[in-house]
Nanobody, 121 residues
Framework: QVQLVESGGGSVQAGGSLRLSCAASGYRTGCMAWFRQAPGKEREPVARIYTGDGGTYYADSVKGRFTISQENAKTVYLQMNSLQPDDNANYYC?????????????????WGQGTQVTVSS
C-alpha cells in the first residue's frame, strides 16, 4: 500500500507563489501527479512526473507557471508561481504504483486527501 500526505496549501494573493509537497509512505512509485478540483467542477490533471526518467507533462492552463519535481520516487512537489484566482481549488496528490502514465484519474492507484489553495484577486 502507498499512502500520500500533502502539505503546503494556503491562501495567497494573485501573482503570488505556493509550493505543495506530497510524501508517499510505503512502496516507491512509478508516476506521481497533481490534480485539482474546484467547487462544482470535475477533478482535472495539473501535472505529472515519471519517477524513473523525470519526464513531465503539464496542463495548458499551468504551463510556464507551475513546476513539478520529485525525490526518490516517494516525494513530489508542485511549485506554483504567478497564481491566479482561476487556480483556486483543492489540490490532490496522486500516484501510480508501477511504471506508466498517471495523468488521468483512471490511471491513478493512490490519492492524497487534498490541500486547499486559495488565490485572492
Amino acid at each position: 500500500q502507498v499512502q500520500l500526505v500533502e502539505s503546503g496549501g494556503g491562501s495567497v494573493q494573485a501573482g503570488g507563489s505556493l509550493r505543495l509537497s506530497c510524501a508517499a509512505s510505503g512502496y516507491r512509485t512509478g508516476c506521481m501527479a497533481w490534480f485539482r478540483q474546484a467547487p462544482g467542477k470535475e477533478r482535472e490533471p495539473v501535472a505529472r512526473i515519471y519517477t524513473g526518467d523525470g519526464g513531465t507533462y503539464y496542463a495548458d492552463s499551468v504551463k510556464g507557471r507551475f513546476t513539478i519535481s520529485q525525490e526518490n520516487a516517494k516525494t513530489v512537489y508542485l511549485q506554483m508561481n504567478s497564481l491566479q484566482p482561476d487556480d483556486n481549488a483543492n489540490y490532490y496528490c496522486a500516484a501510480r504504483r508501477f511504471s506508466g502514465d498517471c495523468y488521468y484519474p483512471i490511471w491513478v492507484d493512490y490519492w492524497g486527501q487534498g490541500t486547499q489553495v486559495t488565490v485572492s484577486s
